[in-house]
Nanobody
Framework: QVQLVESGGGLVQPGGSLRLSCAAT????????LRWYRQTPGKERDLVAA????????NYADSVKGRFTISRDNAKNTVYLQMNSLKPEDTARYYC????????WGQGTQVTVSS
């Protein structure tokens, strides 16, 4: 059974940090490119960060460059998103995505940045 399970979301003050995790089961994780997306109510899901299957290349939305870092541990079948210097506009539901021949999504984890 294919599963992507996100965790690590929560409420944080502006300027704070969170680390999201996404644990994968049921497919050959190491061959899949991985992405983090985020979505707020009434808006489209936007790409936040991406990493290649080997982890050698990463890409970020302009709005998070220099603050967020995507990484992966193929031995643990897990992808991470380290989020620093969080802003209220980072508030969203964050989703993990795996893509190769097939595409899989997690259920998301809520991140709220507020004082």
């Amino acid at each position: 059974q294919v599963q992507l399970v996100e965790s690590g979301g929560g409420l944080v003050q502006p300027g704070g940090s969170l680390r999201l995790s996404c644990a994968a089961t049921g497919f050959s994780f190491r061959y899949y490119a991985l992405r983090w997306y985020r979505q707020t109510p009434g808006k489209e899901r936007d790409l936040v960060a991406a990493i290649t299957s080997s982890g050698g290349l990463t890409n970020y939305a302009d709005s998070v460059k220099g603050r967020f870092t995507i990484s992966r541990d193929n031995a643990k079948n897990t992808v991470y998103l380290q989020m620093n210097s969080l802003k209220p506009e980072d508030t969203a539901r964050y989703y993990c995505n795996a893509r190769n021949a097939f595409e899989y999504w997690g259920q998301g984890t809520q991140v709220t940045v507020s004082s």
